[in-house]
């Protein structure tokens, strides 16, 4: 279980995606995903499937990792695709007891199914190819103006940090006092589901004392390497943005051209 | 002239009150650590070498007494940053060290901090990352590194911040051998090379052995200190306090008890052989 999870693997390379300004990224993929939700009729969805596959291709990121992403999520997938399809309206298909089958109801599954998928892949994308401490720096500048309303953009963003740095640490910790719980006989996958939750305690208080020390320790750690506060503070990485990002804004925005032309020429499909 | 200064300093990590005996950490020390030196500090479980580790830069204020770095008060809080600024303490788990998820903007942290400019950063990180010969690993996750490794990210995570002092947390706890050779050799080719003040916290002898001067420790007090030779002929000391000495010196210490004749005792393995060799002669 633990090993699948991808959220905020960094996967380092040189390619366009790489190299774009992380902000310009971080603003092409929210309007990107407007996008995708904004897609009425196949021709439009086809534009934007074959975009996503066009980014992950130049991604450089091998396609494996992107399925693994695609891995948990896909329980979810197929729970809204199936409730969806029960729930189209219009002239019934196939019809059985209260459960009817529209052939708006199967559009809508499709384009549910679709979607969710181009949106983890995308968004996948982001952060497999812009390193957490560039992500959040980035966010942190894009919030900057927050601060005005004395928002704690910095201290916001340096959680994001610590947060994203610790996840496979604490996933990893999880493992092993799940063992250890096992080894001195611990049954976590027998009795129902009741039990099963009570067999998660012994795991969930040592996990939440130990985090809980880990991250003292963390704050002694960064106080002995001077840190107090985002005032001062200078970073190794510049960034700006260049002619790259320019083309990548030019993509992201023929792509929303497209998709708004299919929607006014063709009819809507759901 | 003495870089690190402590005088006769109390600490205890228990609330004060009236009417209860309270255990001091660190229990009336006074040392000096000159610029340059390579120091260790030795002592087992719960003498108090953390305790007094964390004084060297202002973690911990003592209850009583004065610790003066490169002539500042840590008790003044003005200075803090500078403190830390020239005394990097390197702690015992470098899991719990590591901020960023990359290596070479985790070395960045420190420098960061200080508000350094972005290209000389970039210069400090790389030189920092060659010095623990670690370059290589710039771009890689911390977590997936070996113990060791994550060690001499530690190590270069402080380095990059150029102070004049390194105190190190028992660097080589949980480590294999070859893991401890590892770091060992990057702290004295620090301590060599680049001028740097090493204090090294351990409790292995052999590692107090490299060191140019060793202070031992036992419950919150110096019990002695000395050049590593001096310290380690004193075995009847040592052994009443729980502590050993390195195996070279004790196989010669207990032929001396036999009655065989040396006029001093050995450190290493090898100047063990070499004497073992010239009075088998």
Redesign the interface.
């Given at each position: 279980m633990v090993r699948d999870i991808t959220l905020?693997?960094?996967y380092?390379g040189k390619s366009f995606l790489h190299r774009l300004d992380p902000r310009s990224k971080i603003i092409l993929l929210i309007a990107y995903l407007v996008i995708i939700f904004c897609t009425f009729n196949y021709l439009s969805l086809l534009l934007v499937t074959i975009f996503t596959a066009l980014v992950i291709a130049i991604s450089g990121v091998p396609f494996k990792t992107y399925l693994k992403s695609l891995k948990i999520v896909i329980t979810i997938v197929i729970i809204t695709s199936i409730l969806n399809l029960f729930y189209g309206t219009g002239e019934p298909i196939w019809q059985w007891w209260i459960i009817s089958v529209t052939a708006n109801g199967i559009n809508r599954a499709i384009f549910v199914t679709i979607r969710i998928i181009c949106l983890i892949l995308a968004s996948s994308c982001l952060t497999f190819t812009t390193?957490?401490?560039d992500l959040t720096d980035a966010l942190e500048r894009l919030l900057k103006p927050l601060n005005k309303i004395h928002f704690p953009v910095h201290e916001v963003s340096m959680m994001m940090?610590?947060a994203?740095?610790f996840v496979?640490?604490l996933l990893?910790e999880t493992d092993k006092i799940m063992q250890a719980q096992k080894a001195r006989g611990a049954d976590m996958e027998a009795g129902n589901l009741f039990t099963r939750i009570k067999a998660m305690i012994p795991i969930l208080v040592p996990l939440f004392v130990s985090a809980f020390r880990?991250a003292y320790?963390?704050a002694?750690?960064?106080?002995?390497?001077?840190?107090?506060g985002g005032s001062?503070?200078?970073?190794?990485?510049?960034i700006h943005m260049t002619k790259r990002d320019a083309v990548g804004f030019i993509g992201v925005a023929l792509i929303i051209i497209g998709v708004f032309i299919c929607n006014i020429m063709m009819k809507k499909v759901i | 002239m003495e870089f690190i200064s402590a005088q006769d300093i109390y600490f205890s990590y228990e609330e004060i009150e009236v009417g209860k005996k309270v255990i001091n950490a660190v229990d009336g020390v006074s040392l000096e650590i000159k610029k340059g030196e390579f120091v260790a500090l030795l002592g087992h479980n719960g003498c108090g070498k953390s305790t007094m580790a964390k004084h060297f830069?202002e973690?911990l204020l003592p209850d009583k007494g004065k610790v003066f770095v490169d002539g500042d008060d840590t008790a003044d809080e003005s200075k803090t940053?500078d403190i830390?600024?020239k005394v990097?303490?390197v702690?015992q788990?470098p899991?719990?060290?590591?901020?960023?998820?990359?290596v070479?903007?985790d070395v960045?942290?420190?420098?960061?901090?200080?508000?350094?400019?972005?290209e000389k950063?970039?210069e400090r990180?790389d030189s920092a990352l060659k010095a623990v010969d670690m370059y290589e690993y710039r771009?890689n996750?911390?977590?997936k590194l070996s113990g060791g490794q994550k060690k001499r990210i530690a190590i270069a995570?402080?380095l990059a911040?150029q102070p004049e002092c390194i105190v190190l947390d028992e660097p080589t706890a949980m480590l294999d051998p070859s893991g401890r050779d590892e770091v060992l050799s990057t702290l004295i080719k620090l301590n060599r090379e680049n001028n740097i003040t090493i204090v090294l916290i351990t409790h292995y002898m052999d590692e107090a052995v490299l060191a140019d001067r060793v202070i031992v420790m036992d419950a919150g007090k110096i019990l002695t200190e000395g050049k590593p030779d001096e310290v380690f002929s004193q075995v009847e000391l040592l052994k009443k306090h729980r502590l050993d000495v390195p195996q070279a010196t004790e196989l010669i210490y207990k032929l001396r008890g036999c009655g065989v004749n040396f006029d001093k005792v050995p450190l290493t393995d090898e100047e063990c052989i070499k004497m073992l060799e010239e009075v088998l002669k």
């Open positions: 905020g693997q960094y380092p390193s957490p401490t940090t610590l994203l740095r496979p640490t990893e880990r320790e963390v002694t750690a960064m106080e002995c390497r001077c840190y107090n001062g503070r200078t970073r190794m990485k510049v | 830069n973690m940053f830390r600024k990097g303490l702690l788990n899991d719990n060290q590591l901020v960023a998820s990359i070479e903007e960045a942290f420190g420098p960061e901090n200080l508000g350094v400019p972005p950063i970039r990180v771009k996750a911390p977590f995570g402080i911040m």
